[in-house]
């Protein structure tokens, strides 16, 4: 977990104070401080948006990722799997981490898979440039679409290893059904899903239905 000092919030903010942009991850976020019944307020802010307050972001998180959370005890938390970690310590009751020691692992072992092996793949996938030295068109073409296949392998093997029993945080969702869902929106992976892992396609879509999860979703995806 990525902590730091952070200034103070603005006086008259909510305890917890959320930077980020619509359809983006700060979803995941939004969707976990809703499921944990904790207030928040948004601060429009990515570092792709120039009308989003990019520098309060540059000066809580250097990397400029959204979701970044601050907290009531002043601290800032970057990483979504991070973020829904801290919550579901923080708020053991809203079941954000299950009901037992079996389960809270599995889920942390899925969330951390999910970070380190998906979230990172659609980093390289949204901005090749990043990952070569080579200004050739065709070259950096090449690193994205390497990294759409290495991400839909992933997903492919997240999916067996957790076919959803009756969901993925075990037998109730919690905080990995929450990543997973917002995470495989993006570079192509819901199409492969469709063709490769029906059934599991099919599992997201019950777990976007969810009702904490459809109105956070759909103030993002309208």
Request: aromatic content about 8%; hydrophobic content about 40%; some cysteine.
């Amino acid at each position: 977990m990525s902590t730091t000092t952070a200034p103070p919030a603005p006086a008259d903010s909510t305890p917890y104070v959320l930077y980020g942009t619509k359809g983006s991850g700060s979803a995941i976020a939004e969707i976990g401080l809703t499921w944990c019944g904790q207030p928040y307020r948004v601060v429009h802010a990515s570092s792709w948006e120039d009308d989003s307050d990019r520098e309060a972001l540059r000066q809580l998180n250097p990397l400029m990722q959204i979701p970044t959370l601050h907290t009531p005890q002043g601290e800032v938390l970057t990483e979504s799997a991070a973020i829904l970690m801290h919550l579901g310590l923080r708020f053991p009751a809203a079941g954000l981490l299950g009901r037992s020691e079996a389960q809270r692992d599995q889920i942390l072992r899925g969330l951390v898979f999910i970070a380190a092996n998906c979230y990172s793949q659609v980093t390289i996938s949204d901005y090749p440039e990043r990952f070569t030295t080579s200004e050739q068109q065709a070259e950096r073409e090449a690193v994205r679409q390497g990294a759409r296949h290495r991400l839909h392998l992933h997903w492919e093997m997240f999916a067996d290893q957790f076919p959803g029993r009756p969901w993925l945080s075990g037998e109730a969702p919690g905080a990995l059904d929450v990543m997973a869902v917002i995470v495989s929106k993006w570079s192509g992976t819901r199409p492969h899903l469709e063709q490769h892992r029906p059934e599991f396609l099919a599992l997201l879509k019950r777990i976007e239905a969810l009702p904490l999860v459809a109105g956070v979703h759909a103030r993002h995806w309208p």
